[in-house]
Structures are given as C-alpha cells and as structure tokens.
C-alpha cells in the first residue's frame, strides 16, 4: 500500500472519530487516542469501531479492537487487513 | 418443550440466533411485555415460540412485534468470539445427577418466600459462611481492608455510574412513605395484600431517593469519590446485592436477594490487572480445595437491550469480565457462574473522579463471590449429606 | 435552642408531656407535615414550638393543628410506669466524651452516604463482627439452628402479623419496573437524579410485592407458617433491617439500613420465658466482658400513633419487651438501645399457625442486638483508638 | 363488700367484655379469657380495660394489666381498687 493511500485512509479514520465524538476540525487534526476525548470511552470505542467499518468497507475481527485504542493503529488495520 | 398447544404463537426471525447468544436473547425477552406467558426459542433458533395471557389476544400483534425487534436487534450487531477459557476442571461422573432443590426444600434446608426469594437452613448456611471465611483466608496476603456498605443506595450514585441506564430491568427502587399525617394514616388504613401485590395510593409515597444495590463496590467508589489516592487500595467486603430478574429468577441459581463476597482494586492499570490475576490463581486453589467442577471463561454483563451489543463486545475484546462457571450436573451441559474477576479500565476512576495526586483517573477491577450459589453447586455436584462433602469442605465447615 | 428566631411558632398544648414520654411525641412529630422544617418540646414540656420549610406560611395552621393533635392523643392514653430494670452498669467516668461521628468520619472508619445510611470502615467492620462472633459464642450451649433470610419480604408476610397497620411511617416499599419493553426503554430514557430524589415516571412501575425487610424473625415465623412443631426450635440468623425514621435517623445511632444478629425462640410460653431469661443472663457476661456501661430495663416498641398507647401499654403490663441501653457519654444521660429481648406471646403463632401438635398456638420470642449500634457504643465509651479497648474486646477481635 | 354487689360488677364486666369484642349474649355468659375470644387480644385487651374503666368509674394501675385476664380477677380488681 503507497503512502498516498495511507494518508487518505488516515484523514477518513480521523474524519469518523471527528464525526463520532462532535470534533472541532483542529481537535480532528491533533493527537487522538481512547480516553482523549473523554467520549470516547466504552460505549464511545464501539460506536467508532461501527463507524469505521461502515466508511471504510471493512470488517474489524474481535481480537483486535482492543488494540485499536490510537490513529495509527487504526490505520495499519485498515490497511493490512490480514492481521 | 415443542408442544404447539404449549406455545401457539410464532415469530419467523428472518435469521439464526447464534448458539452462544440464545442465552442472552432470552434473558431480555422476559422483560418484552407484561401480557407474555410463556416463550421458547425453536431448535432451529430461528423462530421464537410464545403464549399470552388469558384473555390477551389482542396483544398478539404487538407481542409479535416487540419479541422479532428484540431478537434481531441482539444479533444483528453480534459478533462472534472464541470462549477464552483460564482454568477448566471438567468431570465425567458426578455424586449427584438430581436436581437438589426439591430436596433442599424437603429438608429444611432452603425456603421460597416468592420470586427469587428464598431462606437458608442450617447446612447451606454452614457452607456460606464457610467458603466466605476460607476465601478471606485465601486472599489474607493482599492485606484488604475490610469495609461494610449499605443495602441500599442513593439514586446519585447509580445514575453517577451510568447503572440506571445500563440496567434499567434489574433495578429495585425504594419508597418510604410520605412524612404526612394524612398520608401514612390513609396509606395504613387502605393498604392491602391482593393476592401478588399490595394495593397502595401511589400518591402517599415519597419521590425515591434510593434504590436497593446491584453489587458492592459501587459503593466502595462512592466512598472514595472525588479524591486523590497516594497509595494503591484492596478492600474487601460482603454485602447484599439485588437484581430483579423477572423471568429468569430461578431457585438459587438466579435470586433476586442474594450475598456477596467482594475484593476491590483501586490504583494504577497495572496493579489492578496484576491484583485480578492473583486473585484468579488463590481462587484456583480455593475451588480445587473444595473439589468443585468449573471452568473459568470470559463473560459479559447483562446490559439491557440498547447498551447491550456494544458494552458486551467492549467487555470481550478487552477481556475485562471473566466467570467462574461451576458445573450444574443436573442440567447436562449447564453450569452457573458463582464469581467473576473484573476489570472497568478508568471507568468508575472517571465516573467518580478518584485520581492518582497529578489528577489521572485510577483504575479499578473487582472480584466477587455470589455464597448462595457456591452452596448450591456444591450441594448439586457432592449432594446434600455434609457426610459427602470433599474433606477440604467439611475441614473448613468445622473451623 | 429555644432561640424564637429558629422555631418561630408555638403550639401550646394545654397539658404537660410527661418526662418519659417525650421521646416517643418527639418520634412521632417528625411524619406531621413534609413542610416541617423542624421542632422541639419546650423546656416545660406544655408546648411544641416549630419553623417551617421556605414558602410554606399558609400551611401554618395546619401544621400547629396536627402537632397538637398528635401531641395530645398520645399523653391522653398514657399510662405512668416505673421502669423494670433487670441490670444496670453504670459508670462515673469515660475514656472519652466526646461524639465520636466526627473523628470516625475523619478517620475512614464511617463515611455518610445520605439519610440512615453509613458505610463502616476497618476497625468499625472488626467490632461488629468480633461481637456477633462472641455472641455466637455465647449462645453456643442454646444449639441453635443457623438460617440466612432474605432482605426483600413480601407484603403478604407483613399483612399478616399487622405491621403495615402498626408501622406504616417506617416502611420501605421495594418496585421493580413493569416487565414492559417500552415503560423500562421509556425509564431509562427519562430517569435522572434531581439532587434529592430521582424522577421517575410512576407508571413505569409494577405494583409493589415487596417491602425491605424490618427485623430479622418475620422470616423465621413465615418459614413455620402454618405447622405444627413437635419440638421447642431455637434459630439464629443474622440480617439487614430497614426502617425508615425520617427525622430521627441520626449518625450510628438510628440507621434507616441496619445489621442484626437474631435469637428466636419458638415452643410453649414457659419455655420461651424461660429462654429469654437464660440469653438475658448470658448477654449480661459478654456486654460486660466488653466493660460496657449499660442497663437491661422494659422498653416498647415504636408504634405509629393510632397503635402507640395500647400496644405500648400492653407491651409494659406483661414485660414484654427490655432493652440493653448502652450509655452514649456525649449526650449527658443519653444512651442507646443495642439490644432487646422480646416475648410475643402467642401473637405470631396465631398469626401465622404455628400450633403445638394438638393444634394450639405456640408462643414465641426473640433476642435481638443491632451491630453498628454495639459498635458506636463501645468506641463512645472506650475511644477510637484499639490500643484502648477493653482486653475482652481485642482478645475478641482477633480471634 | 356483698355477694350481691359483687354480681353486679360481674353482669357489667361481662356486658363490656361482649360489647368489645361482639359477642353473643350465650357467649357473653360462658367463660371468658384472653385469648379466647380469639379478639380478645394485645389490642383488644387494653380497649377492655379502657373500657372497664369508664364502664366502672374504676382505674386500673399499670402493674395489673397483665393480671386481668378473666372474669374472676377482673371482679376481684374493681371490688378491691386498694390491691
């Protein structure tokens, strides 16, 4: 996968937190992990994980959403499916 | 259980109810209506079987409805996973194959007063004070302090923890009358048992400010709420716990009015996952002294129907919830959870602002004890002669 | 106190409360009027003076004609009685004078959750069940049979022996929600903590089949309801009782959610006499063995105001009912009630057909001491410190 | 004080003991005693007393309530209030 691609993978990941949790556009662009913002929590976490999967055609295997507590991570899952 | 008089009405679900999810999808159907008699899941599990209430027909519509909503809802949005199983103690031949209830009953040794109430005699009181003594004896290295909570609790705590909303159905809530001359007097002149109810005016009760507590350590945050810690806790605590559980209240297997035996975790995530994984080891050790068959798996709590897909599958990816499930021989395959070790990340820290001394909220985990139920498969795998008990149990009775 | 500016308003009563008796008008006064904002007895004991909440002016007239009535109805049928003391401890000076709520609060070993409800911390948990252990012990030689009730009973239980009638101002109603997918949805929804009560609609409630349970024996005497006992049985069980006091709930001292230990004898009347008698006599050694100060005396119970002069009275002509009174040292004269052993007559075999086997009534009593008040008691009496307790008291506790 | 008077007190002392508790002339003139009529009972016994009291220009000292639990003893305490 080029880097071109990741990018874009990434500003539609950060667009659905954004969407999610009602992000202003700079909080969307800044650092985003579980706990911060505070709604995303729990229930927060499994709604995004919803969001995700709907925007980006993607199915998220059980075992991994607990790792997908950051943007990063988020990414290399949607990009390497496999795993 | 198929018998078509039995059920008459059906329900095509447009889809299979995964095995690992009927459990849970009946447990909430018994909360869809008030005219709903009786129901079933086909063995298809596609189709849920039901019958109304005399003189209920008219609902059928409605019912029909309500039940298809519910169902598909749980699994539309179910995912599945593989049981993570810690220990496993499975058995081939158990002492006893029968249901021990109607014998207890005979014998003086249990007593239904009503819908997941029942009494204790002196056997099954001798193994719940025994096995809450021998586990505080077990876990006597982790140094817990000992505490005592309240049966009931403010509606400010359960609202503070998002419970009222999780768990809408298993609530109780508590009304003292009115403190009005008027009111006390008409209420005690009126008041009247109806068979399954006490007639009351609603209007000489007072707004609720309490409900009766779900679990334990809600109030141990409480306690500790809006604080700053400087050490890691361990507490520990026993105390009565409700849940209604409408038609799943079923003998000691599922009580309305039941005891706890809790320890609580309150400090940094590591500590209390470290905390959680001992304590699974000493009970280990515990239920093996007590010659028990179980398994201990993950598991999940049983949130009401709109929370109930997400905080489930959160519960299961993080492993927060593991059970203890001990063996039921009379129900082949069946088991009842008598503990569970949990973790709630910085769940209550947040709901209850109590914060390591730079204001991060701590974590917390809990690890609980449901005594009646440890004296019910203790009684449904040995029998109910103390005589037949496994040596580490009767030595514990007798200490 | 009697500063006019707190109780603006005066309600003379035409009589004189007697001493003795103005404990219980004061009991009553608290359920008169939910816009009572408080009140207190004159010093001559001839009038009620009171302040009302905020806004509340019109109902002045009111108020002042339910206080005298309430007032007045209960000294007109009083009857003077000397008090019976069977034992008496007392003590010139105390370890300690002052209430010890405020340093047990400081401390972490008592933390307020609201109206009559306390959570007890470490040394609190170690008095109470050192005490309940002892006292176990103590009536080892009566062989009584161990029983657990539930804390929930149903209403039909308090039907039957009058309570409802008798007590209807400390009652707590239990409800669950209607087992109706929209009213618990439509709960859950709208449910939200208002500061002091939580809003509910009532209509999402089922009608209530329960209440929280009062004392610990109603259980027992339902559990033999209608038998016929071939045999005198002793039980013990311990249990949460709940009563609500409204204004009279008041740190340790009056708790709305409360632990006792239970001794209950049923069989023909001498034996049950002659029991109450043997655990008087044993309860004797353990509170002193605890250096207690204390006094056994006759005592009744707290009877709403329509039952409160008969059945008081009744109470006193057959010495149905002492109390253990602990003195309290920071209230100059104060004690409170920490125990009470109790005769019923055939009351409760007839209310719930408990017969010999030739079909009579069977007479019963029981023993009763509340464990947070043992507690509160002896760290008034003896401090906060451990180091400072009695020796029976930390030999006790560390068994 | 004479026999005459002392069947006096007894007739209004079985007068109040049926109008309290709604008996019968028939049961009214058999043996009576707490407990049986089974109304006769923690209640019902100090709505007797009261009764008497009034009935009998007569007042009963808290000590012997608990004595007064049939027709003889009652008598006995109205003719001889100085016990």
Redesign the interface.
């Known amino acids: 996968m080029s880097e071109l691609e990741r990018e874009q993978v990434e500003s539609k990941v950060r667009a659905v937190i954004g969407q999610t949790f009602g992000l202003s556009p700079t909080e969307t662009a800044g650092e985003l992990r579980m706990g911060d913002p505070a709604a995303w929590d729990s229930m927060g976490h499994m709604q995004l994980i919803v969001g995700l999967e709907e925007a980006c055609n993607w199915s998220c295997p059980g075992h991994q959403i607990a790792e997908l507590v950051d943007v990063p991570t988020i990414v290399d899952a949607i990009c390497n499916p496999s795993n | 259980m198929g018998n078509p008089s039995e059920f008459p009405h059906s329900v095509p679900l447009g889809l299979v109810i995964p095995a690992e999810l009927v459990g849970d999808v009946v447990g909430k159907l018994?909360?869809?209506?008030?005219q709903?008699a009786g129901f079933r899941i086909s063995d298809s599990r596609d189709t849920v079987q039901f019958r109304l209430k005399p003189g209920q027909e008219a609902q059928r519509a409605l019912v029909t409805e309500?039940l298809r909503?519910?169902a598909t809802k749980l699994c539309r949005?179910y995912?599945?996973?593989g049981d993570k199983v810690l220990v496993s103690r499975p058995r081939e031949q158990f002492a006893c194959q029968e249901d021990p209830h109607p014998a207890l009953e005979r014998e003086g040794q249990i007593?239904r007063?009503?819908?997941g109430?029942?009494?204790?005699?002196?056997h099954?009181?001798?193994l719940?004070?025994a096995f809450d003594r021998q586990f505080l004896r077990t876990v006597e290295s982790f140094s817990p302090?000992?505490?005592?909570?309240?049966?009931?609790?403010?509606?400010?705590?359960l609202?503070r923890c998002r419970y009222?909303?999780s768990f809408?159905?298993?609530?109780?809530?508590?009304?003292?009358?009115?403190?009005?001359?008027e009111a006390?007097?008409g209420?005690?002149?009126q008041?009247?048992?109806g068979g399954?109810?006490?007639?009351?005016k609603?209007d000489s009760?007072?707004?609720?400010?309490?409900?009766?507590s779900p679990t334990v350590c809600f109030?141990c945050y409480?306690?500790l709420a809006d604080s700053k810690q400087t050490r890691p806790r361990i507490i520990t605590a026993r105390g009565?716990c409700?849940r209604?559980e409408?038609?799943n209240l079923r003998g000691l297997e599922r009580l309305?009015?039941f005891?706890m035996r809790e320890l609580i975790f309150v400090g940094p995530k590591e500590f209390v996952l470290e905390q959680r994984q001992k304590v699974i080891d000493a009970s280990t050790q515990l239920l093996d002294r007590w010659n028990l068959s179980y398994e201990i798996k993950t598991a999940t709590d049983p949130f009401?129907?709109?929370?109930f897909?997400?905080?489930s599958?959160?519960q299961?990816?993080?492993?927060l919830k593991f059970e203890v499930r001990a063996a039921l021989p009379y129900k082949p395959g069946g088991s009842v959870a008598i503990g569970s070790f949990n973790i709630h990340?910085?769940?209550f820290g947040?709901s209850f602002s109590i914060g390591t001394i730079d204001g991060q909220p701590l974590h917390t985990g809990c690890v609980g004890f449901g005594l009646e139920r440890v004296a019910l498969a203790l009684v449904a795998q040995h029998g109910l002669d103390p005589a037949g008990w496994p040596p580490g149990v009767r030595e514990d009775i007798s200490r």
């Open positions: 018994h909360y869809v209506s008030e709903l309500r909503e519910v949005s995912r599945s996973w007593f007063y009503g819908n109430r029942y009494g204790l005699g002196p099954m009181v001798a719940v004070e302090e000992a505490h005592q909570f309240p049966s009931i609790i403010g509606g400010d705590i609202s009222i909303k809408p159905h298993s609530l109780s809530l508590v009304h003292h009358l009115r403190e009005d001359l006390i007097q209420f005690a002149e008041a009247e048992w399954d109810h006490l007639h009351v609603p009760l007072a707004p609720p400010e309490t409900l009766l109030h409480a306690w009565k409700f209604f409408s038609g309305w009015d005891s009401f129907i709109d929370d897909s997400q905080q599958s959160f299961r990816a993080f492993d990340q910085d769940f947040r």
